[in-house]
């Protein structure tokens, strides 16, 4: 398995910034009323050389940098920007857990290979956020949940971490305790107390020293994450917003008519999984040789379950993408969305 944290860097603050250019270069605080009682959502880095932080009272903020601009969240206008980035993301790797507006889990293993392949594709993730919308993000690839989340915040902001499969616990062992997920204040104090400062030292725990200082389950699993074995997989969304079939091919296509054809073997499979549903929105995606990838689409007034009506939209968005950008292509695809159940007429 192959898996990547991302995490979107100053995810609020960062939006405040691209809708008001002129913040970037100040100590940026989205959060509450700094004269009450409100905390720091998140802040910029430029706030952050004052050691403001997610969590801290407005107030705090405000006595460690009395020029700091205070703005209160604008959640509709975040998960604007939130459902624009993880659209992009699943252009490049389709099979996501979003775990918040600004961060979630990428199964980089269903396009890649290796890790080598992996870093490739981690790399063409932040270039289409980038591209998309302005925003950067830190991603950390591992073999497990528990690494990548820790590797992603290691090289903040728009940094990439890749931790090979085997060196899981090499890499998590110099980390303070706190930075494992699961290791709560109490926990924490527990661990210390004992003299348990970093990551390392949980991972050797013995079974009785754990079940002296971390009874029960939670024990046991703290330090399996410690040693880097994290058995959890994605919890993905039952909602279906979309139909899709795609294919990758042992080797770069350029012929358009073989392209053609596999859209319409792609198409068929589409039309057969909507199964009494229709959809307005045929898209057709492309990704090529170096990962970066292509979309294009077009709705129709009225939703289609026609396999052939498909073939022939995805094709001429097929058109559309090469008119863009020429070349071979390793992976084709179609999806249809704007879902909707199908409706029979009745013979009156």
């Given at each position: 398995?192959?898996?990547?944290?991302?995490?979107?860097?100053?995810?609020?603050?960062?939006?405040?910034?691209?809708?008001?250019?002129?913040?970037?270069?100040?100590?940026?605080?989205?959060?509450?009323?700094?004269?009450?009682r409100g905390v720091v959502a998140t802040a910029n880095y430029v706030a952050r050389r004052y050691g403001?932080?997610?969590?801290?009272?407005?107030?705090?903020?405000?006595?460690?940098?009395?020029?700091?601009?205070?703005?209160?969240?604008?959640?509709?206008?975040?998960?604007?920007?939130?459902?624009?980035?993880?659209?992009?993301?699943?252009?490049?790797?389709?099979?996501?857990?979003?775990?918040?507006?600004?961060?979630?889990?990428?199964?980089?293993?269903?396009?890649?290979?290796?890790?080598?392949?992996?870093?490739?594709?981690?790399?063409?993730?932040?270039?289409?956020?980038?591209?998309?919308?302005?925003?950067?993000?830190?991603?950390?690839?591992?073999?497990?949940?528990?690494?990548?989340?820790?590797?992603?915040?290691?090289?903040?902001?728009?940094?990439?971490?890749?931790?090979?499969?085997?060196?899981?616990?090499?890499?998590?062992?110099?980390?303070?305790?706190?930075?494992?997920?699961?290791?709560?204040?109490?926990?924490?104090?527990?661990?210390?107390?004992?003299?348990?400062?970093?990551?390392?030292?949980?991972?050797?725990?013995?079974?009785?020293?754990?079940?002296?200082?971390?009874?029960g389950k939670v024990g046991k699993v703290l330090r399996d994450r410690a040693r880097g074995n994290d058995?959890?997989?994605?919890?993905?969304?039952?909602?279906?917003?979309?139909?899709?079939?795609?294919?990758?091919?042992?080797?770069?296509?350029?012929?358009?008519?073989?392209?053609?054809?596999?859209?319409?073997?792609?198409?068929?499979?589409?039309?057969?999984?909507?199964?009494?549903?229709?959809?307005?929105?045929?898209?057709?995606?492309?990704?090529?040789?170096?990962?970066?990838?292509?979309?294009?689409?077009?709705?129709?007034?009225?939703?289609?379950?026609?396999?052939?009506?498909?073939?022939?939209?995805?094709?001429?968005?097929?058109?559309?993408?090469?008119?863009?950008?020429?070349?071979?292509?390793?992976?084709?695809?179609?999806?249809?969305?704007?879902?909707?159940?199908?409706?029979?007429?009745?013979?009156?």
């Amino acid at each position: 398995m192959i898996l990547a944290h991302l995490d979107l860097d100053a995810f609020f603050a960062a939006v405040e910034e691209l809708e008001a250019p002129e913040l970037k270069t100040k100590p940026l605080v989205v959060g509450g009323d700094p004269h009450g009682r409100g905390v720091v959502a998140t802040a910029n880095y430029v706030a952050r050389r004052y050691g403001i932080h997610s969590a801290m009272s407005c107030a705090e903020a405000l006595r460690r940098c009395p020029q700091a601009v205070f703005l209160r969240p604008r959640h509709r206008l975040y998960k604007e920007y939130s459902r624009a980035v993880w659209d992009t993301v699943r252009e490049v790797v389709p099979t996501v857990e979003r775990t918040g507006m600004d961060e979630g889990y990428l199964d980089v293993g269903e396009v890649a290979p290796d890790f080598a392949r992996a870093r490739v594709v981690a790399e063409a993730v932040q270039a289409a956020v980038r591209g998309a919308t302005s925003l950067t993000c830190a991603l950390g690839v591992a073999s497990c949940k528990v690494v990548a989340k820790i590797a992603s915040d290691r090289r903040k902001p728009g940094g990439l971490t890749v931790v090979p499969a085997g060196r899981e616990a090499e890499f998590l062992a110099p980390f303070d305790v706190r930075r494992l997920p699961g290791v709560g204040p109490r926990a924490e104090e527990r661990l210390r107390r004992a003299g348990i400062e970093t990551i390392g030292d949980l991972a050797a725990l013995t079974d009785d020293a754990l079940r002296g200082l971390l009874p029960g389950k939670v024990g046991k699993v703290l330090r399996d994450r410690a040693r880097g074995n994290d058995p959890r997989e994605l919890e993905l969304s039952s909602e279906t917003v979309s139909i899709s079939a795609e294919e990758t091919f042992p080797r770069d296509v350029v012929e358009v008519e073989r392209l053609q054809e596999e859209l319409r073997r792609l198409s068929e499979l589409v039309a057969e999984r909507l199964a009494g549903q229709t959809g307005r929105t045929v898209t057709t995606k492309v990704r090529y040789p170096d990962f970066s990838i292509r979309s294009r689409s077009t709705s129709l007034p009225v939703g289609t379950d026609d396999a052939e009506r498909i073939w022939e939209l995805a094709c001429a968005c097929l058109d559309r993408a090469l008119a863009d950008r020429p070349g071979a292509l390793r992976l084709v695809g179609v999806a249809v969305s704007g879902l909707e159940a199908h409706r029979q007429l009745e013979l009156v």
